[in-house]
């Protein structure tokens, strides 16, 4: 398996199940905030109560002890905020505020919380106050008074940090279990995604090979017709591909980049032979008929839904700059980008080559030409940088004729791009 691949799929796995983790956490988080308020009420109310049923006790032992409806009992030692009793009709008898929270009493009492008054049943209603960030419970229920009278009883009710602290870690491993089931999972099912994508890839690989090889045909196929095409549709991509990685183009504009640099004069197997080899310079007629291998090129290419990302630098690599080139007469950044950065390499690699009417140009020679098509021929930023970094690019390739060890220059490329 190809490491890179290798990488790059563990990398989608752990970033997936990083994902999911987080997203089953959250899931959780939300349905535990929302089962809190109950889980609070329930937790904190079964102890209300109980205090409420304990002071009941007090107050009416303290009545009969006392022979008063004002009985001296600490409010700080039962967890209530305030405590009111009432009658049936609802007159205060008994009314107490502890000294410890007579603010957190005013601020909550102010607020309407709809308690019903019923004769049968205990109403609750959970209450956080912002300021303290402290969970409160009111109670409201039918009691029996001294004498055995009835009446009812009002109570504020603090829960405590330990009652709120067993909610907040309930809702904290409730979180973290979520998280880990996910991770746990993803753990066993990640050798089973590598297996199957291992026999993914190989498949892709297959077919990009395949498609590589219907490259190579192709580009036989026009080197058997015309002789400066072979070598120089391998050093015309290196250059393309090193330019590209210069400008940070994406994997995508990359492949498209290497597909029409390689196969940028496909079309020219379309044209006959009396033209494409003619040793003297072509009359107008016959430079007519050479500017169709541009529709030729995307007449080839319209058969292969892989090379259609291919048809920018096909289809438009004889555009210039100011408008004066060929077929569309397209300017400035009209011209699709993967086509203007090949009309810079098209032109460099012709310059730098021998051919059989000319000799190479010297580099220096070359980028001086180059330059004076600034702004007409050539896009002035990418000619530009294209300058500023070609340099160790031909000192390594320029001139190079040898396909093999030119195959072996270009197959890292077509692993990552490809």
């Not at 007159?91 to 919380?113: L, R």
């Not at 494409?276 to 529709?295: F, I, R, S």
Request: hydrophobic share 40%; charged share 25%; with cysteine.
């Amino acid at each position: 398996m190809n490491p890179h691949l290798h990488r790059q799929l563990l990398r989608r796995v752990l970033l997936s199940a990083l994902f999911i983790a987080i997203l089953a956490a959250l899931v959780t988080l939300m349905y535990q905030t929302q089962k809190m308020e109950e889980h609070v009420k329930s937790v904190a109310s079964e102890t209300g109560n109980s205090q409420v049923s304990s002071f009941l006790q007090r107050y009416r032992d303290a009545c009969e002890k006392q022979h008063t409806i004002e009985p001296n009992i600490n409010l700080d030692e039962t967890g209530f905020v305030f405590i009111e009793i009432f009658d049936t009709n609802m007159k205060p008898v008994f009314s107490k505020t502890t000294e410890t929270y007579p603010k957190i009493h005013q601020e909550i009492n102010a607020i309407d919380h709809h308690i019903a008054y019923n004769n049968n049943t205990s109403d609750i209603k959970l209450i956080h106050n912002h300021i303290e960030n402290r969970f409160y419970i009111q109670i409201l229920s039918p009691a029996l008074l001294s004498d055995n009278k009835p009446g009812y009883i009002k109570v504020l009710y603090r829960v405590s940090d330990k009652e709120i602290q067993q909610v907040y870690t309930e809702i904290i491993i409730n979180v973290l279990l979520a998280i880990a089931s996910i991770i746990i999972l993803f753990a066993i099912l990640y050798p089973v995604i590598l297996f199957l994508n291992k026999k993914l890839i190989q498949r892709t690989k297959a077919l990009a090979d395949a498609n590589l090889e219907m490259m190579d045909v192709l580009a036989s196929a026009i080197a058997k017709r015309d002789h400066e095409t072979d070598s120089h549709n391998y050093r015309v991509t290196l250059y393309a591909l090193a330019l590209g990685e210069a400008l940070e183009l994406d994997d995508k504009a990359m492949a498209a980049l290497l597909k029409g640099a390689f196969l940028h004069d496909v079309g020219k197997i379309g044209i006959s032979d009396t033209i494409l080899l003619k040793p003297d310079k072509l009359n107008e007629e016959e430079y007519t008929t050479m500017k169709l291998h541009v529709a030729y090129g995307q007449e080839i290419i319209a058969q292969s839904s892989w090379l259609q990302d291919a048809r920018d630098v096909i289809a438009y690599h004889h555009e210039r700059y100011d408008g004066s080139g060929y077929l569309k007469g397209l300017k400035g950044e009209d011209i699709p980008l993967n086509a203007r950065i090949f009309t810079i390499i098209d032109v460099f690699d012709a310059l730098t080559s021998s051919r059989p009417y000319k000799e190479a140009y010297t580099y220096e020679r070359s980028i001086a030409i180059l330059k004076e098509g600034s702004g007409t021929h050539f896009d002035p930023k990418l000619l530009e940088q294209f300058i500023a970094m070609i340099a160790p690019t031909y000192a390594l390739i320029a001139g190079k004729e040898d396909i093999r060890w030119l195959k072996d220059k270009l197959l890292p490329y077509t692993e990552h791009y490809l």
